[in-house]
């Protein structure tokens, strides 16, 4: 089969290479999938790159998928054959090969039904999103539907799921940053766009929630923004932070405001939903787009696994700015 696949970590336009190789074979409680698209993530790109640890190699990257069951290999399992389903996964394109193939192997218990209401692409384009946004929502934030909320990267995949299950919570106030603000941004949606290192406070001073933000949601990693966020924080608000965008892994604060409002911060690691968590999540979620509870995405990019040139583009990309979501198609 065709797989992406790199053989020792590095520039991705250097190390990511389109292969043949051996179509998975399955043990006991695996099904095997036919990949329909495989969502292109931040993770995945500095995964390549050598800035995850637990990344060994040959490995063909890749958490996200949408496809179609195949083959199973306990009987018992059998009905999954034929079934369109969804899904992410923790370790998966670190320690062992991911989706950026034409098949890929699966645990039969974490297999989801792709909700009705998407199609490949966009299913393929949530999962690890959903996760992350899933853990800040609903574990980390201690949100209330009366709270004020501001989310740093609305753009993003993450973004714009943690701005759907905030709404789905009943959270009424709620801002988003872009550094364009889209034409069609989502519904109940204040968007601030991000011209400058104050725009967010200047934003805030203008609607008159300067000082009464309860939840900031910070799913881009950089300095100035943050920083600028938490001038806007209410005493003893709660700052959830995922992602800094520099190989070190280092980050300048403005600790003064910090302990001054007696801010609460706390870092979100995707790993901490185990994949029974995560089926519940996706099983969840797939009634909620189909009922409309949820939106779907109103854009996905697609890039050919074929075309290499593009694929390193689009991974690169997801290291270095918020963008649209783009997923690969086999």
């Known amino acids: 089969m065709n797989a992406l696949r790199f053989a020792q970590k590095g520039a991705i336009e250097s190390v990511l290479k389109l292969e043949q190789v051996p179509k998975p074979s399955l043990a006991t409680g695996e099904a095997l999938v036919r990949v329909k698209a ?27 998928f949408s496809g179609e069951v195949v083959d199973v290999f306990d009987e018992s399992a059998k009905d999954w054959v034929g079934k369109e389903v969804w899904g992410t996964g923790g370790a998966r394109g670190f320690a062992f090969d991911g989706t950026y193939a034409e098949f890929t192997k699966i645990k039969v218990a974490e297999l989801s039904k792709k909700p009705k209401a998407l199609n490949h692409p966009q299913a393929a384009s949530l999962g690890l999103s959903l996760v992350c946004a899933w853990i800040a929502v609903h574990r980390l934030s201690e949100v209330k539907p009366a709270d004020n909320v501001l989310v740093i990267g609305a753009r993003g995949g993450i973004g714009s799921g943690v701005i759907q299950l905030l709404k789905e919570k009943g959270v009424k106030n709620i801002y988003g940053t872009y550094r364009t603000v889209p034409s069609d941004p989502p519904s109940g949606l204040k968007p601030i766009a991000l011209p400058d290192a104050t725009a967010i406070s200047t934003a805030l001073k203008s609607s008159g929630d300067f000082g ?34 520099r190989p070190d892994g280092r980050f300048s604060i403005d600790l003064r405001t910090f302990y001054m409002k007696s801010l609460v911060m706390k870092g979100l690691k995707s790993s901490v939903m185990n994949e029974a968590s995560v089926k519940e999540m996706l099983d969840y979620l797939s009634a909620k787009y189909d009922n409309g509870t949820i939106e779907p995405p109103k854009k996905v990019g697609t890039v050919s696994m074929k075309d290499l040139e593009a694929v390193h583009k689009a991974l690169e990309a997801a290291t270095t700015r918020s963008q649209d979501r783009i997923v690969i198609l086999p």
């Open 38 to 64: 495989a969502g292109i993530n931040g993770s995945d790109s500095v995964g390549i790159q050598g800035w995850i640890p637990v990344t060994t190699v040959p490995r063909i990257p890749g958490r996200d």
């Open 212 to 245: 009464n933000i309860d939840v900031l949601v910070d799913c881009a990693g950089y300095e100035e923004p943050l920083n600028d966020a938490l001038k806007a924080m209410r005493d003893q608000g709660r700052v959830i932070v995922m992602a800094v965008h």
